[in-house]
């Protein structure tokens, strides 16, 4: 068998191809047949290299006061100024001929420009060869003003496009230079994505949820497993050793007024996110750059809705409806979504190469499922973040209201049982919070990774308030009496769990928002190549999610308030277990291929991932 003279993970310079520059590029894996190395810059493109354009970090010296090549993400930041080939840059062969003619003209001013840069070395965290992913001396710091600088560096850079890696003596010339810099940078900016996604096909050992067979069963698999639940949750003795419910006939569950109410409901909540209020933030930069504009009015929409189910009981307004309807509005739910899935799929076949997510792999099963645009949008109006927020998690607290006024009809009570209002009380306090974090939501994986497609859409639309209003649901037909020294320890469980949760989530978001927070500076942090620290000390230095496992000890105490007589009401927390262990995994799948070897530092240091000690 051939020699490889590289070993996977093995941070290398490799030279960007037609070029003679190298950049540091992490050895993803070596094909013994082709002899190609797969290799990976630090904007996340990878590319097949071969042996003799791989060399050694300790084959380069860094020139004293030279710029070394800069990494293909951070050129992306200063490709204004800087001539040479890259990453950034396609090479002249990749690019098109139609934009020949100004490549030349880009070309002769360039030639212009180069005798006239005077390289400047980048103290934040320059270019040195030496300092890939992480740690060059100290592995953890507290020195919050160095971390400062990196830090702002990186997010102006970020957010702008524009560095000083390079400074320009004053030339005449200048005013004619910018102009051909902009048209290049947007020249370059259109390439780059469009490069990045030619060059980086998800490979079929990628792709997630068990590739294609895997999201092909779930699709399948999760909305006949749903109604199998439900049916089985309104059995009188729904014991799993019971032979499950025959699903009854598709027809005998349709009806058109039931899904004449859904989409009232469903159009209710677009207009609550049409209002103009609420502040408008911007969500993380998108591989060209863009930041897209969100409007944080979630929690408006809550109050709002919150007054017109408030006025509609107060008209008499039957609500039962909906709890003796429940399979009936789950199917219309389920065919919206199927609908909504089809509709993001076609429209997606148009969209532009830089709008598709990071996670579409050009098989239409598996993108039919996770979704093969990013963020679709309608105007202003994105269809993902609506929906991960409104419908479905404020549907949950509207059919948790059902479930308890069922409750009091159905077992004839005066008031709610004490475990009826412990769960209620228990998810509101979860939909209110993510609505009141609504922020929040632009950094989670759905968001920056997944598209919208089949996976969100039923997740979103059916899962949250069929699935997750389950113990309400199951506590109408099975009641539990809870005694208060019992309902005193489950309430200080779910406050133990909100506390991990809240802490968590919020710790990292501020630190993300602004890294040099003073209500921060106790925190130690790791150093990444992106520029970006992880924290390791606080809640995140704890576990390597402590937010999932906040998330899991709510999920218990909302089930406890159901007994012990079935497994039933345990099912979101087992099925909520599975969930966070994949999710877990594929995060860190992510990290470990954006930030290398601070990540390992990080997990070294950080040995478990969920529950300490255990997993
Ligand atoms: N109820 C439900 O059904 C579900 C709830 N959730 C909840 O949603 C919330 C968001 O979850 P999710 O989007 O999965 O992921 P996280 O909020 O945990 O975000 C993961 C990201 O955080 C960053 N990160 C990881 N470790 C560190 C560290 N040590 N220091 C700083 N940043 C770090 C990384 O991104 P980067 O470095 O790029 O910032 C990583 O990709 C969680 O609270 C989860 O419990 C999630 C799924 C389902
Ligand atoms: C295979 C399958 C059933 C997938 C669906 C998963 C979805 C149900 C979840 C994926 C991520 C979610 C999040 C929330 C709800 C569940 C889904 C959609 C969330 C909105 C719940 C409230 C939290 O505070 C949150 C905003 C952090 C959270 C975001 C992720």
């Known amino acids: 068998m051939p020699s490889r003279k590289f070993a996977d993970g093995e941070v290398v310079r490799g030279r960007w191809p037609g070029s003679s520059l190298y950049y540091e590029v992490e050895i993803l894996s070596h094909d013994s047949t082709s002899q190609l190395y797969t290799v990976k810059y630090k904007d996340g493109t990878e590319l097949e290299l071969k042996e003799n354009d791989i060399k050694p970090l300790t084959s380069f010296r860094q020139r004293k006061g030279g710029s070394t090549s800069s990494s293909p993400s951070r050129r992306r930041g200063s490709r204004s100024r800087s001539r040479s080939r890259s990453p950034g840059r396609p090479p002249k062969s990749a690019r098109r001929s139609a934009s ?49 600088t990196q830090e702002k560096f990186n997010l102006s850079q970020e957010s702008s496009y524009i560095s000083t890696q390079y400074s320009l003596h004053p030339r005449r010339e200048e005013v004619k230079l910018k102009e051909i810099d902009s048209k290049e940078e947007k020249f370059i900016a259109k390439e780059l994505a469009v490069r990045t996604f030619e060059v980086t096909p998800i490979r079929a050992k990628d792709l997630e949820f068990g590739g294609v067979p895997g999201v092909f069963l779930i699709m399948f698999g999760l909305p006949v497993f749903l109604f199998l639940l439900l049916l089985m949750c309104k059995q009188k003795d729904p014991s799993l050793l019971n032979f499950p419910p025959p699903l009854p006939a598709l027809y005998e569950l349709w009806e058109t007024r ?79 979504c199927v609908v909504l899935s089809v509709y993001l799929y076609m429209r997606s076949l148009k969209a532009p190469r830089n709008d598709l997510s990071p996670a579409s792999s050009g098989n239409a099963v598996y993108d039919f499922f996770i979704g093969r645009e990013l963020n679709p949008r309608i105007g202003t109006f994105d269809l993902k973040y609506f929906c991960e927020l409104r419908p479905g998690l404020i549907g949950w607290v509207v059919i948790n209201l059902v479930m308890l006024l069922a409750e009091m009809k159905i077992q004839d009570r005066a008031i709610p049982s004490l475990a009826m209002i412990l769960v209620n009380s228990f998810q509101l306090l979860y939909v209110v919070d993510a609505l009141w974090n609504e922020e929040a939501l632009l950094t989670t994986m759905d968001i920056i990774h997944d598209g919208f497609g089949f996976m969100l859409a039923f997740g979103d639309l059916v899962w949250v308030p069929f699935i997750y209003s389950f113990q309400a649901f199951y506590l109408v037909s099975h009641p539990n009496e809870v005694s208060w020294p019992m309902a005193s320890l489950i309430i200080v469980l779910k406050l133990c769990g909100y506390v991990i949760f809240r802490g968590a989530n919020s710790q990292k978001n501020a630190f993300r928002k602004n890294p040099s927070d003073p209500k921060l500076a106790h925190l130690k942090t790791v150093h990444t190549s992106t520029g970006k620290h992880l924290l390791v000390s606080g809640w995140w230095g704890f576990v390597r999610h402590p937010n999932y496992l906040g998330d899991l000890i709510m999920a218990l105490a909302w089930s406890l308030p159901c007994g012990f007589n079935h497994i039933l009401p345990y099912f979101y927390v087992i099925y909520f277990t599975m969930l966070l262990v994949h999710r877990e995994a594929r995060d860190e799948y992510h990290c470990k291929k954006k930030y290398g070897v601070a990540w390992e530092k990080y997990c070294q240091r950080v040995p478990y991932r969920i529950f300490p000690y255990i997993y």
């Open 100 to 148: 020949a003619s100004h490549q030349a003209n880009i070309k002769e001013a360039r030639r212009e420009v180069e005798v006239k840069l005077t390289p400047l070395i980048l103290k934040p965290f320059g270019n040195s060869i030496s300092r890939y992913n992480g740690e060059p001396e100290h592995t953890e710091r507290n020195d919050i003003p160095h971390k400062n």
């Open 258 to 336: 039931v899904f004449g109410v859904y989409l009232l409901w469903f159009l209710i909540q677009v207009l609550f996110y049409l209002l103009p209020i609420g502040k408008v933030v911007e969500g993380t930069p998108l591989i060209d750059g863009r930041r897209l504009k969100y409007r944080l009015n979630g929690f408006y929409a809550f109050i709002l809705t919150s007054a017109v189910i408030g006025t509609s009981l107060f008209q008499g307004v039957e609500f039962h409806y909906v709890y003796s309807h429940f399979l009936q509005f789950a199917l219309g739910a389920t065919v919206f």
